[in-house]
């Protein structure tokens, strides 16, 4: 088995395809190969690889801008893609605590609510991590000490340059631009989404403000909220941060509904399609159930409806009721 990461000088002059003959033929079973996307013709000469070589396994690491699915002939239908997720809630619990709390479905954590709480509760009082995991849990920063912020904030920054300037091959000159956007949008909870106003404050047109926040989107810096009734691709009806980390990072003294939603939609979107709810609703759920969320447990019970296809979410809740769920154990979905 070899590590080998492609950003090394030594790739300027040699071909991955020859490298991983090389290595096969002196008896390699597994190559591990890091930001790939530094390579040049890097999906054409893995698929050669792929095709020359079948008993040798090879895994590789990109960045969730480059594009893997359909849009690439090469490696469509050739390689199985992993989507490394920030840590959820329960394994940032785990880490915390040195427990082995196991994932729930969202129909376990419906339906089953009470039962689960009391589990974690009989062992620790989930709301304090809980707070601290929303400020700063989701990243592996919090392993490693220092300054959580500034790790964050050059992370960020790679993201775009990376992610989306050198993936998409945009011009530097652009930078400025689409750290503006990203910023604009990120500072932007409760105003209404103005692609029009986006586009005249960054003096391009609403198309490119469309592919900037797509963009944006495919490097996990935001998450786009369609609304129910509107097709695939079209302007989305809200944009929130990919998770409550980044909202603390952009505002140290963020809207506190801002960080409860945003960290709902990020435990929701792995698996469940999450759309803009009504006036009456937070989130519509794979157009079948509607969230409604709130900070404590006495706004939760005062707008209570007995609904079938309908949740209470409460940020500040141990344990609840009836169809009224803490807000902490939907980060038990992964």
């Keep these: 088995c070899l590590y080998v990461n492609l950003n090394n000088f030594y790739f ?5 395809a020859d490298f ?3 290595f096969h033929r002196g008896g390699g079973r597994v190559l591990l190969l890091d930001q790939v996307f530094k390579y040049p013709d890097w999906s054409r000469e893995l698929r050669e690889c792929y095709e ?14 480059m594009a893997l699915g359909e849009d690439n002939p090469d490696l469509h239908g050739r390689v199985t ?11 940032f619990l785990n880490l915390k605590t040195g427990y082995r709390y196991s994932p729930r479905t969202l129909d376990e954590v419906r339906l089953s609510h009470g039962e689960l709480a009391r589990e974690v509760l009989r062992d ?33 920054n790679m993201m775009i340059e990376l992610d989306v300037l050198f993936a998409k091959q945009i011009e530097l000159s652009y930078l400025v631009r689409i750290k503006k956007l990203f910023y604009l949008l990120a500072t932007s909870y409760g105003t209404a989404l103005n692609i029009s106003s986006l586009a005249k404050e960054l003096n391009v047109s609403r198309n490119t403000v469309g592919n900037y926040m797509q963009y ?5 810096l935001i998450n786009l909220l369609p609304s129910g009734d509107r097709e695939p691709g079209r302007k989305p009806a809200r944009i929130l941060l990919h998770n409550s980390n980044l909202v603390y990072c952009i505002n140290p003294n963020p809207d506190p509904m801002e960080v409860l939603e945003t960290f709902l939609m990020n435990a929701l979107i792995k698996d469940h399609s999450v759309y803009k709810g ?11 159930l509607r969230f409604r969320l709130y900070r404590d447990m006495d706004a939760a019970q005062k707008g209570y409806k007995n609904e079938k296809n309908s949740l209470s979410v409460v940020g500040k809740a141990s344990i609840g009721e009836k169809n009224i769920i803490p807000l902490w154990l939907l ?3 992964y």
């Design 12 to 16: 300027t002059t040699h071909r991955l």
């Design 20 to 22: 991983a003959e090389e």
């Design 52 to 65: 020359r070589f079948p008993q040798l396994r090879i895994v590789f690491t990109c960045n969730s801008a």
């Design 81 to 91: 893609v992993y989507n490394l997720r920030g840590f959820s809630f329960r394994e």
């Design 124 to 156: 620790t009082d989930p709301l304090p991590l809980f707070r601290e995991y929303l400020r700063y849990g989701f990243y592996p920063f919090f392993l490693e000490g220092g300054e959580y912020d500034e790790k964050l904030l050059k992370t960020m």
């Design 216 to 220: 944006l989107y495919e490097a996990r």
């Design 278 to 288: 009504d006036k009456n609703s937070t989130f519509w759920v794979d157009r079948q």
């Design 331 to 333: 980060g038990f979905l």
